[in-house]
């Protein structure tokens, strides 16, 4: 039910992409990083989605007040949704620009992760009318992580899962929850 909670999530995005974008007290350098988190983790929700559900409801725009009369609103179809996912990713790219840096940690969104993504996507994509354009996109966005990024593979398969070993050369994103987290 309720698309698992993912429309919670994208109106939070959705509130912080429009205040970033009408406020001057962030500097410009954080506000294109956290824009760059911002329209990658939208991204992200809404190819969730469209993968579960297919059409679902397209919202870019924040949520700060309900009007009853006009609650309703239709489903778009796939080819919309995925071009918003598609869109998103390069709005991300774009205000990342060519920091690939991990803040905090690799559980934060990053430009890897976007990249990471943008394969998903446009691999998803290939088998699905995308054809040879779209694997090829894939492709050029797994060979700029192995290029800018630094990711190797671990000399032995179980120490990526580690638990003293989190955040490891093979990890471009991941999840964490920590006590109370969750």
Not at 78 to 85: G, H, N, Q, R
Not at 93 to 102: D, L, Q, R, S
Not at 134 to 142: E, G, I, P, R, V
Request: proline share 3%; hydrophobic share 40%; no cysteine.
């Amino acid at each position: 039910g309720n698309f698992g909670g993912f429309y919670n999530n994208i109106n939070q995005i959705n509130l912080l992409i429009s205040k970033l974008n009408e406020s001057n007290i962030v500097t410009d350098a954080n506000k294109k990083y956290y824009l760059g988190i911002a329209y990658g983790m939208r991204a992200y929700y809404y190819f969730q989605m469209y993968r579960s559900w297919g059409q679902v409801i397209i919202q870019t725009e924040p949520t700060v007040s309900i009007d009853i009369s006009n609650l309703a609103k239709a489903a778009s179809p796939e080819a919309d949704v995925i071009k918003l996912v598609k869109e998103d990713i390069a709005q991300s790219e774009a205000n990342f620009g060519t920091n690939y840096t991990y803040r905090n940690t690799k559980s934060f969104w990053s430009k890897p992760a976007t990249l990471m993504l943008k394969a998903e996507v446009y691999l998803w994509t290939s088998y699905r009318g995308g054809a040879a354009a779209d694997a090829t996109t894939a492709k050029s966005a797994l060979t700029e992580i192995q290029t800018n990024v630094g990711a190797a593979l671990l000399p032995s398969f179980a120490n990526v899962f580690a638990p003293a070993n989190k955040g490891n050369a093979e990890i471009i994103f991941a999840v964490r929850n920590k006590t109370d987290e969750a």
